[in-house]
């Protein structure tokens, strides 16, 4: 997978969502020195181009001045290879002035709401859903292009229809994320989204993404198409990801992945010191990611979507069982559930209809002239 780095200004975060696991009280806000020994690592720890994507946490707290100097830090210091820009926020704190800075670099920007105001303030917190669309507007009128993940829980998945709808209506394309158990919380399954009732909610998206191609985008059922097309994962929780995506925190200590920023066990190193990729590998977070991918290889070497599923995420497995290996994500059965399905569709759509070259290029199964899972696969993402 392309070569990954999040950056983690702080770890604070002025909004108190109902199940979030990565804000923390009182956290510090990364330097532009630490910014500069970012560069200096990189510049000796590998030479391919890199995406930097600021995550948090919530990214703005570091405010205008440390993205005007950070940004150039970053582009000129690595200016032999493709360096691009990601940023995920609630946007609370998007100002033209942020909004500028962040647009001279195209960067796009993730956020994130859940659905209607009454869904969306229940689940994350009271006055989130106003604050977040008065900062989506001023990014907006900044040209920034921004994209909103909506988390599925416990809750909200009674709600799906409702939801689908908030976005389709809206004009929003969806991106979504189940709600996870978290190695921080008292309460971590208290929010978590059951994996079978996960894995029917993608089969619900796909029927209501098919029933609505060309209104709307639903992107976790376009990479789940891809991944079954190309027979290789396409986004970092369906790919071996150790070694290819790093998070660097405040303080410039290196985690296997943003999730992990701010636990002690799981740092790998610091960027101060240059640690090397044997280096990094060499300690117990990096040999823990490692272990899992020679657990995935044993324990799913006989299920048939293993090369673009790889067990799913790390954090994912290891959350439940207080970071020990013990299983694979425990949302396999969502995953092995619409793999299969989509596999299912289109063995159906090739081979199942007589006009094989209408199968390919869109109309679902034995001519019915409406969409079917072949218009998602070839579709350019």
């Known amino acids: 997978m392309p070569f990954h780095v999040m950056l983690i200004p702080t770890l604070g975060c002025p909004s108190k969502c109902s199940y979030c696991w990565s804000s923390e009280v009182g956290s510090p806000v990364m330097s532009i020195e630490t910014v500069e020994e970012v560069v200096a690592w ?79 303030d229940f689940q994350r917190s009271k006055g989130y ?68 009732e996960y894995g029917d909610l993608l089969v619900y998206l796909l029927d209501k993404y098919l029933e609505n191609m060309g209104k709307i985008d639903v992107m976790n059922i376009d990479h789940l198409c891809k991944c079954v097309f190309t027979r290789r994962g396409t986004v970092c929780t369906y790919v071996d990801c150790m070694g290819d995506t790093f998070a660097v925190g405040p303080d410039g200590s290196i985690y296997p992945c943003y999730r992990f920023v701010g636990m002690p066990k799981y740092v790998m190193g610091n960027v101060y010191d240059r640690p090397s990729m044997e280096d990094l590998a060499k300690s117990k977070a990096g040999k823990l990611m490692f272990q899992y991918k020679d657990y995935v290889d044993k324990k799913c070497g006989k299920c048939r979507h293993i090369r673009y599923c790889r067990g799913g995420c790390p954090y994912n497995a ?42 390919m290029f869109g109309p679902g199964p034995m001519g019915s002239g409406k969409p079917g899972i072949m218009s998602i696969m070839l579709k350019k993402l």
């Open 129 to 196: 859903y106003d604050k977040t669309m008065k900062g989506y507007r001023t990014a907006l009128e900044s040209g920034l292009d921004v994209k909103f993940i909506c988390t599925f829980t416990s809750y909200s998945v009674k709600k799906k229809e409702e939801i689908f709808n908030y976005f389709l209506d809206n004009g929003l394309t969806l991106k979504l994320h189940p709600a996870l158990p978290s190695l921080r919380s008292g309460e971590p399954e208290k929010w978590a989204l059951d994996p079978e």
């Open 318 to 359: 290891i959350a439940p069982h207080d970071g020990k290996i013990k299983g694979v994500d425990p949302h396999c059965v969502a995953y092995r559930r619409i793999f299969d399905e989509i596999t299912e569709r289109f063995n159906s759509e090739m081979f199942g209809s007589s006009n094989m070259e209408m199968g």
């Open 42 to 120: 990189l510049r000796e720890f590998r030479g391919d181009a890199v995406t930097f994507t600021f995550h948090g946490g919530e990214p703005l707290l570091a405010g205008a001045d440390f993205y005007r100097k950070a940004l150039p830090v970053l582009a000129k210091g690595l200016d032999d290879r493709n360096v691009a820009f990601a940023l995920q926020s609630n946007l609370w704190l998007m100002t033209p002035e942020i909004a500028k800075i962040l647009a001279e670099y195209n960067i796009p920007v993730g956020s994130s709401l859940d659905g209607p105001k009454k869904i969306n």
